[in-house]
């Protein structure tokens, strides 16, 4: 037999309880540990540790464990050693006199949910010498297999074929197997002891935990404990017999004294296979149909690259026979290959075991079979289900959420954030009329229009030049990227300039407009916000009380000739006449003299009543979009004597205004745009508006129409029938003063909708066109969600929990019932006499409401994050969560609920609905994710669609999802 020149590994055998004893590496000096001295046990103890043969390996002791965890309220268990040994040692006696009595012991027993068992176990270096530190101590768990690898001949535990199972393995090993243990007659001279058992686990390759005090080198240093917890997947029968092994490596170090581990070993102490393999499956993915994948296998190995043998994988469910893996780097730490895998076989959807293998260069295949120096790892290709997309079919006029507005001729063009660039015909500007929009790449924050031409700041895709020649045909001819966040635009002279955030002002030539490009950046302190041009000069407003002058003649030389401290944040600015005029948030309205621009200062203060966010100069006079105080109209002629003329309220906010002929359009992001007659001044009046679906947050579908829960205009109510013609019916406005509305339930001709500080308003919506209030339930807290189930509404309350409401009749509604819950309600269902509220960061609620006025908590099912959304169907609740991850939950019996399963979803869990084996998750601003849930144990995302704004709720009707989508308003997809 060869020698194997690698690092001491020891084998401590045991289950619950073994010893830690380090040998003599292969040719070097022997340290032999440290008895206790025990005279009425030295007797005992004889024989030198020395090598069995050629190899270093200690087998110690092998133990087994039998649990029985049919009754979860007394989970027994039984100890079965076999005294098999590598050396003429009496194992137990040393036990018995130390070096310790506990060095393995169990420390808890728990049941997370049924058919599942943590154990943790306690380790503890038995020595206190620095030279016995241990490198890459593992506990491995052995089982029965089931799940047959056939082209390398390995069996693995597999739990979905009765098997037990570690559900947390870091990695997977087949060193002291049990199946290399069964065998019969001696095994190193040694037979097994009399109360061995013939039931020992046979599976090839068993997952293991790493116990470690530091995770250099994966160091265990002597004398210290550590505690780990195995998750283990119990068969039907709640009866287990497994194995438990430890395995420590070590080698002699080089040097004397020993001060710190770390530096005195050589890397020949760790193992010499890989201590680490990660699997990543990076895509396109595969589907039942077929199709490729790829995977990325990053190999951690403590002796660094090893070509001496590939990396293989094996994956019998998706192909016969085994791949090679294609190197692909060296890093410092690791070495990546990459594989290639394909379903061949076309295995049907969900998840398909592989097996990664790397074997070590130091590997001896003639060595004793329990010495395999293989690194594997199990790792899971998901196969999804090749299903259409949803396609998003929402009619573009319903959604509109004006950021900034310009007027020319017969036209306003407005810049609706997620919702791209708006056009409304104003020949009769009392009366506009949507005509028609264009789609822009990202967040459109900025218009104007010069000739035939529209020019949009749209965020981090930059300018937008697009076409209006044909306004109902109008399309982007060109974009420029500028190098951070288009904000403001103005255009003057053949160029553009654009305000552009943190990289100050862009100016862009746009002569012709389809081949524009930047000929100059200036750098100007802060936030550029917004941007005028006059008369070769541009002026920044910045964000952080700063106001900026740049000589733009020319624009390729273009350099800042005054700077100005201003009292607060300024926004919006105009230039007329020697002035500019700019929006200066809570300083109100400030008139800078500007002649000459480099001696430029400010002149007059008018002091608005709440927050100046722009200003338009028009016929001598200024008009300020001041917040909550709506529009300002200030007589600024002359500048020095600046006096209030009027003041128009708005229904929210005022954040843009522009003037033309008489008539002043004001945007309000939040709520639409507003038309105001302002001729003459001194009777100024909003006389119509354009109000689309602004900020979405619930949505509910009953019969022919959509019922909006829009956060800051109401209740939203939309004629879907047909879809492609749908329109806003009826707006209502739920409370006054405004509110917060949250979500929106329809039940039996009236909606049910919850706001913020109003509780619940309960609204007749037959018929629609006429739909208004007609009771309102204060509850005690802040009212975030709510259902409607057998005459009664369920509020999820926040602080307050649920609120039961008697709603039969409507018009007398009142809370008959409270149940506190432990934090904060944010989402509820009803489902078989059960509410179902999730509960922030504790978890979901189930609470009997049978009857409604007796109301009690029957189970908390503990989740981590902060929940949100909750629906239920059959025997399974299911829950969204802030931590990326939507979870499953086996309801029945409700006393008994637990975790099923976890699924990453990317972003906040906002709401769920269900449909056909699917749900359906609004996931805050990574869209809609689909998730396959049947069976529940094996759920996995299949499709996913990303939606303009954060996706906050959805519902399912007729083939189509209606999605809540926050500022992107309600968003249609067809499904199929």
């Known amino acids: 037999?060869?020698?194997?020149?690698?690092?001491?590994?020891?084998?401590?055998?045991?289950?619950?309880?073994?010893?830690?004893?380090?040998?003599?590496?292969?040719?070097?000096?022997?340290?032999?540990?440290?008895?206790?001295?025990?005279?009425?046990?030295?007797?005992?103890?004889?024989g030198n540790i020395v090598s069995p043969g050629e190899n270093n390996h200690r087998l110690l002791l092998y133990n087994l464990i039998q649990i029985d965890a049919t009754d979860p309220e007394d989970?027994?268990?039984?100890?079965?050693?076999?005294?098999?040994?590598?050396?003429?040692?009496?194992?137990?006696?040393?036990?018995?006199?130390?070096?310790?009595?506990?060095?393995?012991?169990?420390?808890?027993?728990?049941?997370?949910?049924?058919?599942?068992?943590?154990?943790?176990?306690?380790?503890?270096?038995?020595?206190?010498?620095?030279?016995?530190?241990?490198?890459?101590?593992?506990?491995?768990?052995?089982?029965?297999?089931?799940?047959?690898?056939?082209?390398?001949?390995?069996?693995?535990?597999?739990?979905?074929?009765?098997?037990?199972?570690?559900?947390?393995?870091e990695g997977y090993t087949a060193l002291y197997n049990g199946s290399t243990f069964g065998m019969a007659g001696p095994f190193f001279s040694y037979f097994p002891g009399k109360l061995s058992t013939p039931l020992i686990p046979n599976a090839d390759v068993n997952g293991y935990i790493r116990y470690r005090t530091e995770t250099t080198r994966n160091m265990f240093r002597a004398g210290q404990t550590r505690k780990k917890t195995y998750t283990l997947k119990m068969p039907a029968s709640g009866q287990l017999v497994l194995g438990y092994a430890v395995d420590a490596n070590w080698a002699v170090p080089p040097d004397v004294p020993?001060?710190?581990?770390?530096?005195?070993?050589?890397?020949?102490?760790?193992?010499?296979?890989?201590?680490?393999?990660?699997?990543?499956?990076?895509?396109?993915?595969?589907?039942?149909?077929?199709?490729?994948?790829?995977?990325q296998i990053?190999?951690?190995?403590?002796?660094?690259?090893d070509d001496a043998h590939p990396v293989i994988v094996e994956c019998p469910d998706l192909f016969d026979g085994e791949i090679l893996a294609e190197w692909v780097l060296d890093e410092n730490k690791y070495t990546r290959y990459k594989a290639e895998i394909s379903n061949i076989k076309l295995a049907g959807e969900g998840y398909h075991l592989c097996l990664i293998r790397k074997e070590a260069a130091e590997n001896d295949p003639q060595s004793q079979p329990w010495l395999d120096l293989t690194a594997y790892q199990v790792f899971n290709v998901l196969v999804k289900v090749d299903i259409p997309t949803p396609v998003d079919v929402t009619p573009p006029w319903l959604n509109f959420s004006p950021h900034d507005v310009c007027t020319d001729g017969n036209y306003a063009y407005i810049a609706g954030g997620v919702n791209g660039m708006h056009i409304f015909d104003i020949s009769d500007p009392a009366n506009p009329v949507w005509l028609n929009w264009v789609d822009t790449p990202d967040f459109a924050k900025g218009i104007t229009v010069s000739g035939s031409y529209a020019y949009v700041a749209d965020d981090y895709s930059g300018l937008q030049i697009i076409y209006i020649g044909h306004p109902k045909s109008a399309y982007i001819v060109s974009s420029v990227d500028t190098p951070g966040s288009a904000n403001g635009?103005?255009?003057?002279?053949?160029?553009?300039?654009?305000a552009n955030g943190s990289t100050g002002l862009q100016i862009i030539d746009i002569d012709p407009p389809e081949s524009a490009y930047i000929v100059n950046s200036v750098d100007v302190p802060n936030h550029a916000k917004a941007v005028a041009v006059l008369e070769g000069y541009a002026y920044i407003s910045g964000s952080s009380q700063e106001f900026h002058i740049i000589d733009i003649e020319p624009p390729e030389s273009a350099y800042i000739v005054c700077s100005i401290d201003m009292p607060s944040s300024p926004y919006g600015v105009a230039v007329s006449g020697g002035y500019a005029y700019v929006a200066n948030s809570s300083a109100g309205l400030q008139i800078i003299d500007i002649d000459p621009p480099e001696l430029a200062y400010i002149f007059r203060t008018v002091d608005t009543p709440d927050g100046a966010y722009d200003v338009r100069v028009s016929g001598g006079f200024a008009y300020v979009a001041d917040y909550k105080s709506g529009l300002q109209i200030i007589d600024i002629d002359p500048p020095e004597s600046a006096v209030f003329v009027k003041s128009v309220d708005m229904p929210y906010y005022a954040f843009d205004v522009a003037v033309s002929e008489g008539y002043a359009f004001v945007t309000d992001h939040n709520t639409g745009l507003y038309i105001l007659d302002i001729d003459p001044l001194e009777s100024a009046g909003i006389v119509n508006s354009t109000i689309g679906v602004c900020r979405a947050y619930g949505v509910a579908v009953s019969g022919d129409y959509a019922y909006v829960a829009d956060i800051f205009s109401g209740l939203q109510i939309i004629d879907i029938e047909p879809l492609e013609s749908a329109y806003i019916v009826n707006t209502v406005d739920t409370v006054d003063p405004p509110d917060l509305t949250r979500a929106v339930a329809v039940s039996g001709g009236y909606a049910y909708v919850v706001l913020d500080k109003?509780?619940?308003?309960?609204?007749?919506?037959?018929?629609?066109?006429?739909?208004?209030?007609?009771?309102?339930?204060?509850t005690p807290e802040f009212a975030r969600d709510v259902a409607v189930s057998g005459g009664y509404a369920y509020v999820a309350d926040s602080k307050s929990g649920l609120q039961i409401i008697d709603i039969e009749p409507p018009e007398s509604a009142y809370i008959v019932s409270s149940v506190d819950t432990p934090s904060y309600a944010t989402g509820v269902a009803i489902s078989g006499g059960y509410a179902y509220?999730?509960?922030?960061?504790?978890?979901?609620?189930?609470?009997?409401?049978?009857?409604?006025?007796?109301?009690?908590?029957?189970?908390?099912?503990?989740?981590?994050?902060?929940?949100?959304?909750?629906?239920?169907?059959g025997d399974f609740a299911y829950i969204g969560s802030s931590y990326d991850e939507f979870h499953i939950i086996d309801i029945e019996p409700p006393e008994g609920a637990y975790v099923v399963s976890s699924v990453y979803t990317p972003g906040s869990s906002e709401d769920i609905a269900l449909s056909g084996g699917y749900a359906y998750v609004a996931n805050g601003w990574s869209g809609i994710n689909i998730v396959d849930i049947e069976p529940?144990?094996?759920?996995?995302?299949?499709?996913?669609?990303?939606?303009?704004?954060?996706?906050?709720?959805?519902?399912?009707s007729g083939g189509y999802a209606y999605v809540a989508d926050d500022d992107g308003g309600l968003r249609i997809f067809q499904l199929y």
Request: net charge negative; charged share 15%; proline share 8%.
């Open 75 to 169: 989970i027994k268990t039984e100890i079965i050693p076999i005294r098999s040994g590598a050396m003429h040692l009496n194992i137990l006696k040393l036990l018995e006199v130390g070096p310790c009595t506990n060095c393995f012991e169990i420390v808890n027993l728990n049941i997370p949910q049924p058919g599942v068992l943590d154990v943790q176990i306690q380790f503890t270096h038995p020595f206190t010498d620095k030279e016995l530190t241990a490198f890459d101590v593992r506990g491995t768990i052995m089982f029965n297999g089931s799940h047959v690898f056939p082209d390398s001949g390995l069996t693995i535990s597999d739990s979905s074929m009765g098997d037990g199972e570690l559900l947390n393995a």
């Open 837 to 873: 509220v999730a509960e922030c960061y504790k978890g979901l609620q189930i609470i009997d409401i049978d009857p409604p006025e007796s109301a009690f908590t029957v189970k908390l099912v503990y989740i981590p994050g902060h929940l949100y959304g909750v629906a239920v169907s």
């Open 1 to 46: 037999m060869a020698t194997i020149l690698i690092p001491i590994r020891l084998a401590l055998v045991t289950i619950f309880v073994g010893v830690f004893l380090l040998g003599c590496s292969s040719g070097g000096k022997s340290t032999p540990p440290v008895l206790p001295d025990n005279p009425s046990s030295t007797t005992e103890i004889t």
């Open 298 to 305: 990053d190999i951690y190995d403590w002796q660094g690259k």
């Open 489 to 498: 635009v103005t255009v003057s002279g053949g160029y553009a300039y654009i």
């Open 258 to 295: 020993y001060f710190d581990p770390v530096t005195d070993f050589g890397p020949e102490a760790n193992c010499p296979e890989a201590w680490k393999i990660e699997v990543e499956d990076i895509g396109p993915g595969i589907t039942w149909e077929g199709g490729t994948t790829e995977l």
């Open 758 to 778: 109003a509780g619940l308003q309960i609204i007749d919506i037959e018929p629609p066109e006429s739909a208004h209030i007609i009771k309102s339930v204060d």
């Open 936 to 956: 529940p144990e094996s759920a996995y995302i299949i499709s996913s669609v990303l939606t303009p704004g954060d996706a906050n709720g959805v519902v399912l």
